[in-house]
C-alpha cells in the first residue's frame, strides 16, 4: 500500500473517531432532550412515592422535559432496582430509592441480582422521615409501654402491617421486637397504602409506617400515633413521643435518594444533581416535605455514596442481630 493511500486512511479513521466523538458529546450536552423516567419500587400514595412525585415535578420545570413517576412493585423495590441497573446509563432512566432498596433488600433477598455500590452511581440524597408507630383508634394499647406489655402478655397475638417484607418499617419493626423482648405478627403488604387502608379499616391493629406516608391519617384522627422511631421528637408531630422514650437507643428512618446507572455520563449526573439541588432549595419542596414530616436534603453525591456504605452496614447488623432469615 502506498503512503498516500495510507495517509488517506489515516484521515479517514480519525474524521470517524472525530464525528462519533462529536455524537456522543451532543448526545450529553443538550441533555435531556426527551422525557426521563424515574422508577419507584412500591406503590403509589407510599412514602417513596411522594418523595419522587415532589422532585420530580419540579425538576421537570427546570429540566425542561417531563419526568414520569412509574411505580414497579415487587420484592422490596428490587424489582425497579434491577430495571434501573440494566437501563442504557444516559441519564433517561433514574430511581428514587431508598435504604430499602439499597441497604437492606439486597440484604435480605438472596436471589439479589442487584449490588448497590457496583450499579448505581448517586445523584442526590433528598431526605428522611421518620417512622410512626400507629395503632387503630379502637386498640387498647395508648403508649410504647402498654403495647409491650399487651405483646409479653400474648406473644404473637398483636398483628401488625408494613409495606413489605424488607422494607425499612419491617426491618425496624424487627428491630423494635428484638429492642423490647416481644413477639409480634407480621402482615406484609404490597405498598403502604394497602397497609394504611386496612389500618383505618379496622382490619389491622397496628402498623409501623412512614411519617410521610400517614400524615393525613394522623391530622384526619383514623389512626393514633404510639411514638415516632426518630431519636429526637418529630418537629412536625411534637407532641407524638419517640420510641426512644421508652427503650433507650432505638432509632430508624426512611432516607430517600436519586439515583441512576453506573457509567450515567459525569456531565449529564451534574445536570441532574443541579435541577434536584434546586428543587431541593425552593421554600416550597421544603414546606411540601415537611408538612409530611420529611426533612429535606443536604448531602452531597459523594457523601451520599458514603452513606450508603454506612447503611448497609447498619442495616445488615440489624438483621442479624434480630436473626430476619434471608428470602428466596
Known amino acids: 500500500m502506498k503512503p498516500p493511500r495510507l495517509l488517506r486512511l489515516a484521515l479517514s479513521i480519525a474524521l470517524m473517531l472525530g464525528l462519533a466523538a462529536g455524537t456522543a458529546f451532543s448526545q450529553t450536552s443538550d441533555f435531556p432532550n426527551r422525557p426521563i423516567k424515574m422508577l419507584v419500587g412500591f406503590g403509589a400514595g407510599g412514602s417513596t412515592d411522594v418523595a419522587a412525585r415532589i422532585m420530580a415535578q419540579k425538576m421537570s420545570q427546570i429540566l425542561g422535559q417531563t419526568i414520569l413517576v412509574e411505580n414497579r412493585t415487587g420484592a422490596s423495590g428490587l424489582i425497579?432496582?434491577?430495571d434501573v441497573a440494566k437501563s442504557p446509563p444516559d441519564g433517561y432512566t433514574l430511581m428514587m430509592a431508598s435504604q430499602t432498596v439499597l441497604a437492606v433488600a439486597p440484604r435480605l433477598y438472596r436471589k439479589a441480582a442487584v449490588d448497590p455500590l457496583k450499579?448505581?452511581?448517586a445523584v442526590v440524597y433528598c431526605g428522611a422521615s421518620p417512622l410512626v408507630l400507629v395503632v387503630n383508634p379502637s386498640f387498647p394499647a395508648h403508649t410504647t409501654a402498654?403495647?409491650?406489655?399487651?405483646a409479653k402478655a400474648e406473644p404473637g397475638k398483636i398483628i401488625f402491617g408494613t409495606g413489605g417484607v424488607g422494607t425499612t418499617p419491617h426491618i425496624a419493626s424487627e428491630m423494635f421486637q428484638y429492642a423490647a423482648g416481644i413477639k409480634m405478627t407480621h402482615v406484609a403488604y404490597r405498598g403502604e397504602a394497602g397497609a394504611i387502608n386496612d389500618l383505618v379499616a379496622g382490619q389491622i391493629p397496628a402498623m409501623f409506617a412512614n411519617l410521610s406516608a400517614i400524615a393525613g391519617q394522623l391530622k384526619a384522627g383514623t389512626v393514633r400515633a404510639l411514638a415516632v422511631?426518630?431519636?429526637?421528637?418529630a418537629p412536625s408531630a411534637p407532641d407524638i413521643?419517640?420510641?426512644a422514650e421508652t427503650l433507650p437507643g432505638f432509632a430508624a428512618d426512611t432516607w430517600f435518594g436519586i439515583v441512576a446507572p453506573t457509567g450515567t455520563?459525569?456531565?449529564v449526573v451534574a445536570k441532574l444533581k443541579a435541577a434536584a439541588q434546586r428543587t431541593l432549595a425552593e421554600d416550597d419542596t421544603k414546606k411540601r416535605y415537611a408538612e409530611l414530616g420529611m426533612t429535606t436534603g443536604g448531602r452531597t453525591p459523594i457523601e451520599l455514596d458514603a452513606y450508603i456504605k454506612s447503611e448497609i452496614a447498619k442495616w445488615s447488623k440489624v438483621i442479624n442481630d434480630a436473626n430476619i432469615q434471608p428470602m428466596d
Open 80 to 82: 425497579a432496582a434491577e
Open 265 to 267: 455520563p459525569p456531565d
Open 241 to 243: 413521643p419517640t420510641v
Open 146 to 150: 402498654d403495647m409491650i406489655a399487651m
Open 229 to 233: 422511631t426518630s431519636p429526637e421528637r
Open 119 to 121: 450499579d448505581f452511581v
